[in-house]
């Protein structure tokens, strides 16, 4: 039985960014089943707004208990609204309900719904945030032990997966800076075309250090210790592989962040089959190309957690 | 967190302070390849004039770092310890292990060339630029001297028949670390022209 060497430290991972159809529950699901089939407990939340669909992907029916009965108190835990998913280790969370509305959901539920999210007995939590960068979104992404990002590598993906990265990068300057003005300025920025003529991470920089030096000290060091992931989907080439090393490139030049190209999966036909079949495609075809590369991108994150086998 | 003006030319091409001329060609090609105007990778992120100016540092940066002199001057005017020593940030461009592992590894970089296509005399400017002399290229080939400096010198006359000419491309561009499809197509390109003249 395989066992995580810090037993009491769960890692959570959170995928997010972009629109549907990226692949993020895709992926939530099957890295899902990949893990636990190594020995370890893993729970799939899913808090996809108005189109949780993870349960599909695990060939469960639209379970009745969801995060909402957690949030509108109709049980205490979390841990009560765990479903079982046929798979051994494996348990499900789902947001069924439009739960993660930031006009519905006051910021104290939110922070109770992530405390509590820390708070469940697992060795793993993948979270499928689902499309959009609202607050609730990015502070999710931003909580967790590595965001993970999917992208295809078409120029609608990668516009909508960079404006989810500006909005989360900025989002974490902004929480970890002290002093009102600054908060203003990074508020301000977001607007490319901003009276203050600041067009990128680095001309905020500058600015920051003319207001307040701690503040800007505080940007660097956010900007130095934030490394989002990226997961590349429906890859047709080499080409395509390629691109994931230019938007690490990109990243790094424009933020000044490490990204860290965690993988690709590669377009596959049986993909679309197998979600028709409501089947995990890493259960119903083990073979398939798809499945290898989520396969190699779940051991690379069982690897990076130093995951030990003791059989 | 530098914009590209203050980063230096090893950042620029985001490799290390101790980077081989044939890491540092591979990550200009991957660097000309990323920011350009057309690149999927810098969609919505720049600017046309953050673009261009990114360009001109890459190509600044692949100047002075390819040639051994210039690289030498300037590692002595920016480190205070000459260029050779180790403590520079690893190899950007080499990622980690397991990137190369999976079945449609990365394992050449393809290359926008731009205007250029991948004649002879092209990749001989490639190669001797990596410091990589012909005599290397053939024991670790396996191809005779002689037809590799009649690719390089574009002996159209004496060149094997092209099923043979494609695989020694092939051969060549792996031994230089470039993209094997890419320098097949740009010579065939090449002899399509030629011949046309």
New interface residues.
């Given amino acids: 039985m395989a066992q995580a060497q810090n037993e009491d430290r769960k890692i959570i991972w959170t995928i997010g960014g972009g629109k549907g159809g990226s692949g993020k529950s895709f992926i939530t699901a099957n890295i899902g089943i990949c893990l636990s089939k190594l020995g370890v407990r893993v729970i799939l939340i899913d808090t996809d707004l108005g189109g949780a669909n993870l349960h599909t992907f695990l060939g469960i029916s639209p379970p009745s208990l969801s995060l909402s009965d957690f949030i509108k108190k109709r049980v205490s835990h979390l841990q009560e609204v765990l479903i079982p998913t046929g798979i051994p280790n494996l348990q499900l969370l789902t947001g069924a309900q439009d739960l993660l509305n930031a006009a519905d959901t006051k910021s104290v539920q939110k922070r109770k719904l992530l405390h509590s999210i820390q708070s469940l007995e697992s060795d793993y939590i993948l979270v499928d945030l689902g499309g959009g960068n609202s607050l609730s979104v990015l502070d999710f992404f931003l909580m967790s032990d590595g965001g993970i990002l999917m992208v295809t ?3 609608t993906s ?2 909508n997966t ?2 989810f990265l500006k909005s989360a990068f900025y989002r974490r300057l902004r929480q970890s800076v002290s002093s009102y003005p600054v908060k203003t300025l990074i508020d301000e920025s977001m607007d490319r075309k901003n009276e203050m003529g600041i ?4 001309d905020l ?1 500058k600015a920051v250090m003319r207001i307040d030096e701690e503040d800007a000290k505080r ?2 060091e956010e ?2 210790n934030f490394h989002p992931n990226l997961i590349l989907n429906q ?1 047709r080439s ?2 395509d ?3 994931g ?6 990243c ?5 962040i490490r990204l860290h ?1 965690l ?2 999966v ?1 377009y596959d036909q049986e993909v679309s089959n197998s979600i028709r079949r409501m089947r995990p495609l890493v259960l119903e075809n083990t073979q398939s ?1 798809a499945a ?2 989520v396969r ?1 991108i779940a051991s ?1 994150l069982a690897n990076r957690h130093q995951i030990s086998f003791q059989y | ?4 003006g203050e980063q230096t030319y090893y950042e620029v091409l ?1 490799v290390s302070p101790t980077a081989t001329a044939k890491e540092i060609q591979m990550a200009y090609e ?2 000309k ?3 350009h105007s057309d ?9 046309e004039e ?1 673009i261009n100016e ?1 360009q001109k540092a890459i190509e600044e940066a692949y100047r002075v770092l390819m040639d051994e002199a210039l690289r030498k001057r300037y590692d002595q005017s920016h480190f205070q310890t000459p260029g050779g020593e180790k403590g520079g940030k690893p190899s ?1 461009i080499q ?1 980690t292990p ?2 190369k ?4 590894s ?1 394992t050449d ?2 290359i926008d060339a731009g205007e250029e296509i991948y004649r002879g005399k092209t990749l001989r400017q490639i190669r001797e630029k990596m410091g990589i002399d012909l005599k290397t290229v053939s024991a670790e080939t396996k191809i005779n001297m002689k037809i590799l400096e009649w690719i390089e010198e574009e002996a159209l006359d004496k060149l094997p028949a092209l099923v043979y000419l494609k695989g020694f491309l092939r051969g060549y561009a792996q031994s230089l670390g470039l993209d094997p499809q890419k320098v097949v197509e740009g010579y065939m390109q090449f002899l399509n022209e030629s011949k046309k003249r």
């Fill in positions: 590598p078409e120029p990668i516009e960079y404006r067009e990128n991470p680095h920089l940007i660097i900007t130095e890859v080499k080409k592989i390629e691109i090393f230019s938007i690490r490139s990109a790094h030049k424009y933020f000044g190209y993988g690709y590669v190309r290898q590369c190699e690379k | 967190m530098k914009w590209i985001e991957h660097a390849e990323t920011f690149s999927l990778a810098v969609y919505s992120l720049f600017s953050e990114i950007e990622g397991w990137e592992k999976t079945a449609l990365f970089l393809s």
